[in-house]
């Protein structure tokens, strides 16, 4: 057979499997549900932790389920409609949105729209929201032509950069006048770090190992960058927050021991130092205490504040103009079939050179 899905060990995403999954045409519809092909997808560390916090209270192995100890690591991708027995999509629209590395998958649409629809499949149910949406793509709907990959890769990470950058400023950076950024070679860091750099009058330091301090150095956007055994040479007496997108909980504890009282907000967004989980209990560090940032709450809560029109304008312009950066940064490659995905997956988790970014064509 030639359709598949690609899984991961739940336990041990270093395990993987290719499993067989039925033509698209034996693919029993019931009303009202589609199938649409999974043309495209990008794979980043982002996706490594989605993997790595599968089991949490966010639940990304539901999205897509699978046999028990195997997950489906969600992607974000492109996809085009096969077949459709609901009224409201129709053979060959495009959709971007949440996928499992797969051939295809089968969406019960609710509230569709021209600018998309919500899958409202029953084991999707109480997941968070920004995840179910499939965006219809088109010029009207905010889908630059010949951004497709650049979609796939940063879009979903860039908004995720977009909103830690607003969420700051809505808090007043917490009386920050400093942030540091670990795993700063990765894309939300990144974007955040163009976000910050470009709107913000703060000192934007960025944390990375020490062989891709000379990559994020030449990016431009950070005032200072540090390679992780050099934490201790920043001023402990700045105000700081600390947005933590490596998860890695030895540099955790210490930031938190170097500033102190200083450090006034403990921001976890990441795991891109999956392996790293070892270390002091968060809750005991001296600071501000660690939180988990979920961008899905500061963006309802600013589609409250500003109304969802406003809301996508600010960030389809935030989006428009980091698109004319990138590029200058980071070369996309497109690896193709079973072979191209296993060996991107693996590159991907052990670790892949920051100025490569892969679209996988299934």
Known sequence: MSSYSFQSGRNDLNTTRFADIPEPEEVQLADNEALLRVDAFALTANNITYGVAGDSA??????????????????????????????????????????????????????????????????????APVYNQYALVSEANGFTEGHDDHQMIYKGLFATSFVIDDFLDDNDN??????????????????????????????????????????????????EVLSYEDVENL?????????????????????????????????????????????????????AKPTMFFAPAQMQKRNGDWGPEVYQQKLNDA?????????????????????????????VLSGADPDQSYVVKP
């Open 174 to 223: 917490f009386g920050a006048t400093q942030v540091v950024i670990s795993s700063a070679s990765s894309k939300t860091s990144f974007g955040l770090a163009y976000l910050l750099h470009s709107n913000r009058n703060l000192n934007v330091v960025g944390l990375t190992s020490a062989s891709n301090k000379a990559f994020v150095e030449s990016m431009g956007i950070y005032h």
């Open 58 to 127: 966010l639940g990304y192995w539901k999205f897509f389920p699978a046999d028990e100890g195997w997950g489906h690591v969600p992607v974000w991708g492109m996809s085009t409609v096969l077949r459709s027995n609901h009224p409201g999509l129709t053979e060959g629209q495009r959709y971007f949105g949440y996928y499992p590395m797969a051939s295809y998958l089968k969406v019960q649409p609710e509230k569709v729209s021209d600018r998309g629809f919500v899958d409202g499949a029953e084991h999707r149910q109480g997941q």
């Open 319 to 347: 989006w428009t103009a980091f698109l004319g950066r990138v590029d200058e940064w980071v070369h996309i490659n497109h690896p193709e079939g079973r072979q191209g995905l296993e060996e991107t997956y693996r590159t």
């Open 235 to 287: 001023d402990p007496g700045v105000k700081t927050a600390f947005v933590d997108m490596a998860g890695n909980r030895q540099v955790l504890e210490r930031i938190h021991n170097h500033f102190n009282d200083n450090l006034v907000c403990s921001s976890g967004v990441g795991i891109t130092h999956w392996e790293a989980r070892d270390g002091a209990d968060p809750a005991s560090l001296p600071g």
